[in-house]
């Protein structure tokens, strides 16, 4: 009968053991010295050796001549200890036997004298799914067991155990695997079974395995299946549900050239040929940290603006967890992009140019182009006057921006003020048919952006909605009246919105209930006035006057956020 690779492979002395070698060199001194302790606590990730090098302690701990902690393998209780009808070491698995009738049956049996070793020891894997009652009934025996009895306690959650249980335990934290050493283990074991592979590959499934060496061996025994030639990279896509890295290129390209259709277009190819999306995702994720790694590490040319880059990985990477959990898959993630063209596209339409403060000087500064640094140095007179220039348009946005700020705060208090539970609930039913325009081609990102939030209170006259970043709030500072028509028009509202922060609206909530205990509450202020439309257009007209000053001074040497 066949047996599975990462059987077939898996360690039995503790040399053999792959990249725990702290915990190893830990447990060899413990027998060698005999400083034997009743119970240990094994945790760390998924395929990282925990239950593997629980038996080679069993094992070795019970050797009659081990050699620097290490069993000989050919004495008696080294023989005895191999079979499986070794009564001795025994393993439970706490996800099957997580009762309180088990381990009263194991406390039951820990009296009983070992029938041929030294120690009788007990592995319980995956520990933390035991019940409480469970925990409760072990705990006793792990406090005070018999001499002749050692307890291995393994799991990857050791969050759920009981501080009672862990702290009578010796603790043993496993890493994950670093893929070099994944690498060299898979390379051994395909030279070992004559497998034909590209190098590339191992990479690849060493990446994939994240730091499991049992998932990798997995991996590459089902590759040997699939392919009976030599396996090569589009072998490794094709099963792991991936996409190569000119895909991903082009899936880039798109993203960041707007191209909507073409991108729900790709998303559907994908689906329809079987890749996992949620892998497609992380490769993207990856691609895109390697190449701005290369960027700033290497000074290697970038093709797409650095910044655009990082917020997009960034928000990648905030609703990743969102993304895995979401029923739809492929339908969450076409909302994702689709919102972040629909805003993106917006901003670069609204605001095509920010100016960037540079937090070292009074004044702001001009990003150079990687390749004309040198250029650029030797124009410190024009540098000076261009940071002048450009000054005088951040403070008219920055007191701008103050403005709103003021006006989103007061504006939520006088909606605390006048706040009604029914008003609330009928927002809340408001916000709901939102989704009906997320897709549209038009105004999608506008909904997107509205749903993002969440509604917090309600009055006769305004509405609060809530998010939690900083950066996104920012962000709707730039045509907040945008979106406050836009959710008026589509659910028949004629309220106010006010945009805050999650830990805004929590301090302002916190603030109102002290208040309230006291017997006071907040005063209703007067809404500051903004800049009307014409004062804006002419705030933008100026900024533009003066970046077209810039770029005649500087033609293509400098870009202008």
Not at 228 to 256: A, H, M, Q, S
Request: net charge negative; with cysteine.
């Amino acid at each position: 009968m066949y047996q599975a690779l990462y059987r077939k492979y898996r360690p039995t002395i503790f040399d053999d053991v792959v990249g725990q070698n702290v915990v190893v060199n830990t447990l060899k001194n413990a027998i060698k010295y005999n400083h034997i302790n009743h119970a240990y606590l094994f945790s760390g990730p998924r395929g990282t050796g925990k239950t593997t090098i629980a038996k080679i302690f069993a094992r070795s701990v019970n050797c009659l001549e081990p050699s620097d902690g290490v069993a000989c393998g050919k004495c008696k209780s080294c023989l005895y200890s191999f079979l499986n009808e070794c009564m001795d070491v025994i393993e439970i698995d706490a996800a099957s036997n997580n009762g309180v009738d088990e381990i009263r049956e194991l406390r039951s049996k820990v009296n009983i004298l070992p029938s041929e070793l030294k120690y009788k020891v007990y592995i319980i894997d995956e520990v933390h799914m035991l019940s409480i009652g469970a925990f409760n009934a072990l705990l006793k025996t792990i406090e005070e067991p018999p001499e002749h009895v050692i307890f291995i306690l393994a799991t990857t959650d050791p969050q759920k155990i009981p501080a009672t249980i862990i702290s009578r335990c010796q603790w043993y934290s496993f890493k994950k695997i670093s893929n070099d050493d994944i690498k060299k283990r898979l390379s051994e074991i395909v030279e070992a079974e004559n497998i034909k592979i590209e190098d590339k590959v191992l990479d690849k499934v060493a990446q994939a395995s994240d730091g499991g060496l049992r998932d990798a061996i997995g991996l590459l025994d089902k590759l040997r299946a699939y392919c009976t030639d030599e396996i090569t990279l589009d072998d490794f896509y094709e099963i792991n549900g991936e996409v190569n890295d000119e895909e991903l290129k082009k899936l880039v390209k798109l993203i960041f050239s707007f191209e909507i259709s073409d991108v729900l277009s790709t998303v559907e190819r994908y689906y329809q040929d079987g890749k996992n999306l949620i892998q497609v995702i992380k490769q993207l994720m990856i691609f895109i940290k390697d190449k701005l790694f290369d960027y700033y590490l290497n000074n290697s040319s970038l093709s797409l603006d650095e910044e655009e880059l990082v917020n997009f990985l960034n928000l990648l990477n905030e609703h990743l967890v969102e993304l895995k959990k979401a029923d739809d898959v492929r339908l969450s993630i076409e909302i994702f992009l689709l919102h972040y063209i629909n805003e993106n596209k917006a901003s670069k339409v609204e605001v095509n140019r920010q100016v960037i403060i540079n937090d070292t000087n009074e004044s702001s500064y001009i990003r150079i182009k990687n390749e004309e640094k040198n250029i650029f140095t030797d124009s410190v007179e024009k540098q000076k006057e261009t940071k002048e220039i450009l000054t005088e348009v951040v403070q008219k946005n920055n007191e701008q921006i103050e403005k709103y700020k003021e006006l989103m705060l007061i504006r939520s208090k006088n909606t605390m003020i006048e706040a009604v539970k029914d008003e609330l609930n009928k927002e809340i039913t408001n916000f709901e048919k939102l989704n009906d325009y997320t897709f549209d081609p038009n105004d999608g990102y506008l909904a997107c952006e509205l749903l993002d939030g969440k509604i917090r209170a309600s009055s006769p006259k305004n509405i609060v909605i809530s998010y939690d970043y900083e950066g996104m709030v920012d962000k709707l500072s730039n045509h907040f009246d945008k979106l406050n028509d836009f959710y008026n028009e589509k659910t028949g509202s004629f309220k106010k919105i006010a945009f805050i922060t999650t830990s805004k609206w929590n301090e302002l909530k916190l603030e109102y209930i002290n208040l309230h205990k006291q017997g006071k509450h907040f005063e209703y202020q007067e809404e500051p006035v903004l800049n009307t439309l014409e004062e804006d257009d002419k705030i933008n007209s100026e900024s533009n006057d003066l970046i077209s000053k810039t770029i005649e001074m500087f033609g293509d040497l400098v870009e202008v956020e």
